[in-house]
């Protein structure tokens, strides 16, 4: 399948960082695997496993899963937060909540890290 983005910046990486044991994980996962296909957008997807309160401190982890885009939370939200934490993480979807983030949210990610079409 072709791609959608003919300018598609090559290297870029999307981490899912989580605990272990997240139920959400694999959805959070398999969500931007699925949204960077539809895209045509060449994705690292990195995982990484958050073990410990330093850790999550160091990662500026707050909750699992966390989805970022080169560097950058897809959900606004969660670069507003204060703390960090091996908690499970909900996410605001349009009438309700969710383990994992929107759909949107990560399209618009990686659209916007992929660059100008």
């Given at each position: 399948m072709p791609s959608l983005l003919?300018?598609?910046r090559p290297g870029l990486v999307v981490e899912v960082l989580y605990v272990?044991?997240?139920p959400n994980f694999p959805a959070a996962v398999a969500l931007v695997e699925r949204v960077a296909a539809d895209l045509g957008v060449d994705a690292e997807v990195q995982t990484t496993l958050?073990?410990?309160?330093a850790a999550a401190e160091?990662?500026?982890f707050?909750?699992?899963p966390t989805v970022r885009v080169d560097g950058r939370d897809v959900d606004p939200e969660g670069e507003l937060a204060?703390?960090?934490t091996l908690d499970c993480r909900l996410y605001?979807?349009?009438h309700r909540l969710a383990g994992y983030p929107q759909e949107r949210s990560v399209r618009?990610?990686?659209?916007?890290a992929a660059g100008p079409t």
């Open positions: 003919e300018d598609n272990e044991h997240c958050i073990t410990d309160q160091g990662a500026r707050v909750g699992s204060a703390e960090y605001w979807h349009e618009d990610a990686l659209l916007q």
